[in-house]
């Protein structure tokens, strides 16, 4: 587990230092993010999924144990606004602190984990969550953001047409379950491409990590951390052990139900009139903790499939 930990926070550490010290251009960190999101990380989906062994994963409870609990979770957040008297915008972002994931930090765990197949397993279990967790958290905003009547919102259908990791996974799926071999130049160009996706990854997690704290921000902050990093991975647990998930496929419904969540939750928030600086709150106190809690989770449920 250690060896699993110790990069993950090195790494988040250096993109800190190295945002606030060395490369102190916005522009550099965003053209960084956007490779590692748009091209490194969907070059690892399709080669991972590509080269993945799909008989050994079993959809129907891969499926039941993501998003029965993510569901679940969404819903409970929303009837918390009137006991935490909640505006619009801070109850977007608390559902998005809630249920978005960093795909960054999940798959290291995953690689450091199963290797090869953790990856594969955890990029097909994002083929659920992600869109999944759009369809909410762009629901969410589209009801409760604060955007101006004049600004425009792009459709959910282009969400997920255009997201990245969702091309990835089909397309690796589609090479998958058509059993037609890449030629040799493609394969390794994409591998080259791949290679990058974990560290560049990582460390522009750790270059937006940013703290704000207003007063009541405490328990608003609090409530996502706890939904987040314990009780959904738990829920899911306790779904996907009864249901016979095991080994990598099981790690993987934990690990991308415990990562915290991402830094691009604050884009759409931004886009769609979300609480932005409660988001990037929220995103860096998750990820900070995520460090104790990922593995504390691990080793809970790895005890409970004894």
């Excluded at 801070?90 to 809630?98: E, F, T």
Aim: hydrophobic residues 55%.
């Amino acid at each position: 587990m250690t060896t699993a930990i110790m990069p993950i926070g090195l790494l988040l550490a250096a993109g800190a230092l190295m945002r606030r010290t060395m490369l102190t251009d916005h522009g550099f960190w965003s053209g960084l993010e956007w490779m590692s999101y748009s091209v490194f990380t969907s070059a690892l989906f399709i080669t991972s999924i590509a080269d993945a062994d799909l008989n050994v994963v079993v959809v129907g409870p891969l499926l039941f144990s993501l998003t029965v609990p993510i569901s679940a979770v969404a819903w409970f957040v929303l009837s918390l606004r009137r006991p935490l008297r909640a505006n619009g915008p801070l109850l977007s972002s608390l559902v998005q602190g809630s249920i978005r994931i960093n795909t960054y930090i999940g798959l290291v765990f995953a690689a450091a984990l199963h290797g090869q197949e953790g990856v594969a397993a955890f990029a097909l279990a994002s083929t659920i969550v992600v869109p999944l967790v759009n369809v909410i958290c762009v629901s969410t905003l589209a009801a409760y953001g604060n955007t101006p009547g004049t600004g425009r919102r792009i459709p959910i259908w282009r969400e997920f047409l255009e997201n990245p990791l969702i091309q990835g996974c089909a397309i690796g799926l589609a090479l998958n379950l058509s059993g037609l071999p890449l030629p040799e130049f493609v394969l390794a160009t994409l591998e080259m491409l791949a290679a990058p996706a974990l560290v560049c990854g990582t460390l522009t997690v750790g270059a937006a990590l940013h703290f704000t704290f207003r007063k009541r921000d405490t328990l608003d902050i609090g409530v996502a951390v706890v939904l987040k990093l314990i009780v959904l991975p738990l829920a899911a647990a306790g779904i996907a052990i009864p249901l016979g998930l095991t080994g990598a496929t099981l790690a993987s419904v934990i690990l991308i139900c415990a990562i915290p969540t991402a830094p691009s939750a604050y884009v759409l928030a931004n886009r769609m009139g979300g609480d932005t600086r409660l988001m990037t709150s929220i995103t860096g106190v998750q990820t900070i903790l995520a460090v104790a809690t990922l593995p504390a989770i691990l080793t809970l449920t790895g005890l409970l499939t004894m």
